[in-house]
């Protein structure tokens, strides 16, 4: 009983376990955007206007980039900083990024605005429903939308350097819910998409008002053009860059395999492997809700210098991690075929080696998960972004080649596993580096209750 209470006390009184909770309501927020709301998308809006609003949406989410993980970097600097009590650093840290989110964010929605209201929109991108003028003025409205956000996002920083960063997922995901409410509301009451991305903006606008005054009562700062310091911009530019290499690594692994696969094996083999995928990527959402919780305070400790603290709480995610992701990868083995009768309706059936294949991949993708969190959280993540990108050319090369010579749907699924064994390779020889461990096998020191 003692040990359940413990969990439960370090669950919602301590920075990591608090963290871990507000994680998890984002993983609520994804059930209903991808569950609940898209069958009321094809009844309420039909398969036509549907398809409209996924491409608009899709348009504006290559937007998201556009920051080149300036927020990610400038949040890590920030902790770093103010731990070490260089405020200001920290205050020239957050006004140098207002700057360049206000620069960003005002050329790309204006050109987007323009853009449409000089161009064809509706054949442009083969829109079916949506005029030309009600497409710019959701293209704009979308992309408004995603740059106050960002703008909002800058303040975490401030949440983060002090322990708080589970207020700050939880108002950036109220943000989100907020918005997949009104999109709800917008389609049962029958509103146009413009009303709908119109009232969109308000959560956003009212985060970024309230994240503002609020932090000024944990960090006194004014948004001052004198606190400005482009040599300091010019620091952080280069670890920013480097975060690019996820998303497009990313897009080599997710996409380039998908259309690997229908090149090769067709529609219905396809979705066998997309539907598996999907099943196993549930792995990877638990595995980066604990990475994610655990980010903050490690930036935190390695500003301190707090080696002791780094290094056990890189072993105890490492194992955590590893562990979580072998334990739901053997409940899909087991459970699957139950799962995908419920799931597809009984119409795609459960393929035991394509699982064993996908769920071994994300066992290793877990594994540097855990120990990539400590370098991504410290700006020390140049070297692992290149080593995705070349592990994913490579993985996605040997799956071209398995393909076409083995045809073989398993041996071109195996070979995920590549990128991700190089990359756990690297991502814990950094990380032992980095929190100066050898990983020997000794009793963990005591961790304080007030940071775990």
Request: aromatic share 14%; proline share 2%.
């Amino acid at each position: 009983m003692s040990s359940i209470k413990q969990f439960f006390y370090q669950a919602t009184h301590t920075p990591i376990g608090k963290n871990i909770i507000a994680n998890f309501f984002k993983v609520l927020i994804i059930f209903i955007n991808q569950i609940m709301l898209v069958p009321l998308y094809i009844l309420y809006w039909g398969t036509e206007l549907y398809s409209d609003w996924i491409i608009l949406y899709a348009i504006t989410s290559f937007f998201t980039l556009s920051d080149i993980g300036l927020n990610n970097v400038t949040t890590n600097r920030f902790c770093i900083e103010y731990v070490q009590n260089n405020l200001q650093t920290c205050k020239s840290l957050l006004v140098n990024n207002f700057i360049l989110i206000i620069f960003i964010g005002s050329i790309f929605t204006v050109s987007i605005f323009l853009y449409g209201y000089n161009n064809d929109l509706t054949n442009s991108l083969g829109l079916h429903c949506v005029s030309n003028q009600t497409a710019n003025f959701i293209l704009t409205t979308l992309v408004l939308q995603i740059f106050l956000t960002m703008a909002s996002s800058i303040m975490d920083a401030v949440y983060y350097a002090h322990s708080k960063s589970a207020k700050a997922t939880y108002l950036n995901n109220v943000n989100k819910l907020s918005n997949s409410l009104i999109i709800l509301i917008g389609i049962l009451l029958h509103l146009s998409l413009p009303s709908i991305t119109t009232i969109g903006l308000f959560p956003s606008i009212i985060i970024l008002i309230y994240k503002h005054y609020n932090t000024k009562k944990l960090f006194p700062y004014h948004l001052s053009l004198k606190d400005k310091n482009f040599t300091l911009l010019k620091e952080i530019i280069k670890p920013s860059i480097a975060y690019m290499a996820f998303p497009i690594g990313n897009i080599i692994i997710f996409q380039g395999f998908t259309l690997l696969i229908n090149s090769f094996f067709g529609p219905t083999n396809l979705i066998l492997f997309n539907t598996t995928r999907t099943m196993v990527n549930f792995i990877r959402t638990m595995i980066q809700t604990i990475t994610s919780a655990i980010k903050p305070e490690f930036t935190l400790a390695f500003g301190r210098k707090d080696y002791n603290f780094m290094k056990q709480i890189h072993r105890k995610t490492l194992l955590s991690c590893f562990t979580l992701s072998i334990i739901i990868s053997i409940f899909f083995l087991i459970a699957g075929p139950l799962i995908y009768k419920i799931w597809t309706s009984d119409k795609i059936e459960f393929h035991y080696i394509l699982m064993l294949n996908l769920a071994f991949a994300m066992i290793l993708n877990s594994i540097w998960e855990a120990s990539g969190a400590t370098l991504m959280s410290t700006n020390n993540h140049i070297g692992l972004g290149r080593i995705y990108i070349i592990s994913s050319v490579l993985s996605i090369s040997i799956g071209f080649i398995s393909s076409k010579y083995l045809e073989s749907l398993n041996f071109t699924a195996l070979s995920l596993s590549i990128c991700d064994l190089f990359m756990s390779m690297y991502a814990v020889r950094k990380a032992l580096s980095l929190t100066k461990d050898n990983f020997s096998i000794k009793k963990w020191n005591h961790i304080p209750k007030s940071v775990l």
